[in-house]
């Protein structure tokens, strides 16, 4: 596969996966109330089972199972903009900045979705945590960026 060729697959894959996370996460801001609170109940079931098979006891609860998935859906979007944004040539450390504010402004229409669904509210806490999952996933792989480009710079000729 040449450059090019690997560019454009990068860039169309970037934007499918972003498109499809966003859809996910909508999704379930449209559940009702009942619905997507018997999913958290699974979910909690499912992880609590696996903690008490490993000796440690159900230990979870379904506020932290409903916490823990915002902020992971929300960790998984900002990667995916971080990806988007570096491939489609955005300039270094700008593409962070965008892809904070992309994830951002996804957070605030999600939790503005819920007003819309049956039992469920909009939720300032929600947007800022959705916001701080975005936000740590961007840091971590800005400085993951930042580490690799640094090694590079030291292995070209130039600085040699």
Not at 139 to 158: A, D, E, G, H, Q
């Amino acid at each position: 596969m040449n450059k090019k060729t690997a560019e454009y697959f990068l860039k169309t894959a970037s934007v499918i996966f972003s498109l499809l996370i966003i859809t996910f996460i909508f999704s379930q801001s449209l559940l009702p109330a009942g619905e997507s609170q018997a999913e958290s109940g699974r979910i909690l079931s499912l992880f609590n089972g696996l903690l008490t098979d490993a000796g440690i006891g159900p230990v979870l609860s379904s506020f932290f199972v409903r916490k823990f998935a915002h902020f992971t859906e929300f960790a998984v979007l900002g990667t995916s903009f971080f990806m988007l944004f570096l491939s489609f040539g955005v300039k270094p450390y700008y593409f962070s900045l965008f892809a904070f504010l992309s994830t951002s402004m996804v957070a605030v229409c999600d939790e503005c979705l819920q007003l819309i669904s049956d039992g469920r509210a909009c939720q300032i806490s929600d947007m800022l945590l959705d916001s701080f999952g975005g936000f740590v996933a961007i840091t971590v792989l800005s400085l993951i960026y930042c580490i690799f480009i640094r090694i590079k710079r030291r292995k070209s000729p130039k600085y040699e």
